[in-house]
């Protein structure tokens, strides 16, 4: 029966006036209960609009940063594009030993011809003290290396014009003498020491235990035969001179 009761005065809308009635007969009977409730309510209230303030303000800052990021991240893109672009003039590092696909690409990435390595090479991968010495070392006049565009030794090459055969096929090649492939030998063994203490990096063209067989085979080659090697833009696979 009271079940029923309530049902039709929910019905009839008169439930909504009961409670406010008893609402003024509590704050006449405890005013403090009433204002506890009121407080509860504000405190409530209070908390929805804290809450709605803070996602509000994040939202407007994430509106405000993303613009930023994708102007940051247009501008690195574009960057990188030029910097891969021939004739752009600004320098950027490929992985290990690399040089590019050509001559103009190599001192476009800041790299130089290397002689004892008969390959571009950028800074890291160039020990040009040792470098030096080995030009020293030759068994031409004054100790400089000979070298040939031809097997016959007939064609002599400048040394200064070394660097420019990466561009031809097989990297020219350019032919010299027995002698120059053992100093080669023993000046790469020098590198790969000296690495260590100079910070550098060693080329995985001779880095590899198939260079180092390489070499020994040339201790008992016929020095008579002379040596042929191509000059390369990428050291960083392995690749026997000849």
Partial sequence: MASTRY????RSGRLGAMKEEEETLLEQNDPGQAFISRSSTTSRVSSVCRKSTMVLKDVILL???????????????????HASAPGSGVSFAL???NCGDSVA??????????TLAAAWLPPHCRDDELTAEFDAFGDGP?????????????????VQDLGALADRPRGGPFYTTHRWHLMHCFFYWRKSIRAKSRG??????????GHAKHCAQMLGADGNKGAQAG???NSNRWEALG
């Fill in 7 to 10: 049902l039709e005065l929910q």
């Fill in 63 to 81: 509106g405000l940063a993303i613009p930023t990021l994708i102007t940051l991240f247009q501008s690195s893109v574009t960057h990188f594009q």
């Fill in 95 to 97: 992985p290990g030993c």
């Fill in 105 to 114: 690409q190599a001192v476009e990435l800041n790299c130089q011809y290397d």
């Fill in 142 to 158: 004054n100790g400089t290396w000979m070298y040939w565009a031809d097997a016959q030794h007939t064609k002599a090459i400048a």
């Fill in 200 to 209: 550098t990096m060693l080329e995985l063209r001779y880095e590899n235990d």
């Fill in 231 to 233: 000059v390369v833009l």
